[in-house]
């Protein structure tokens, strides 16, 4: 059984940091890809930023240069630094990996919230 449970996510204000952290336990073998989603009041889950096995990173255009995503593969954790943020911002953020290319899985998400 595979989970992923998030950390990091609290009330910061504008142009504050967070560093948002994801531990993976359970059976991890052939993880593809690792990433970030989030999903703000009343609107869809998006993209966030990913990290391929070969550590090939994405980032949405909105976070590019704020955002920075990296992974520590014996510590099994995907961690996502952000710095400079804004109020649009504020959503749920989710940890997925992707294993043997169609198996997707979340943790449950943490709250992000960014006062103006």
């Known amino acids: 059984q595979v989970q992923l449970v998030e950390s990091g996510g609290g009330l910061v204000q504008a142009g504050g940091s967070l560093r948002l952290s994801c531990v993976v336990s359970?059976?991890?073998?052939?993880?593809?890809?690792m990433g970030w989603y989030r999903q703000a009041p009343g609107k869809q889950r998006e993209l966030v930023a990913t990290?391929?096995?070969?550590?090939?990173?994405n980032y949405a255009d909105s976070v590019k240069g704020r955002f920075t995503i990296s992974r520590d593969i014996a510590k099994k954790t995907v961690d996502l630094q952000m710095k400079s943020l804004n109020p649009e911002d504020t959503a749920t953020y989710y940890c997925?990996?992707?294993?043997?290319?169609?198996?997707?899985?979340w943790g449950n998400g943490t709250l992000v919230t960014v006062s103006s």
């Open positions: 997925r990996i992707v294993r043997y290319g169609s198996m997707i899985y």
């Open positions: 359970g059976s991890i073998f052939s993880i593809n890809d």
């Open positions: 990290i391929t096995s070969g550590g090939s990173t």
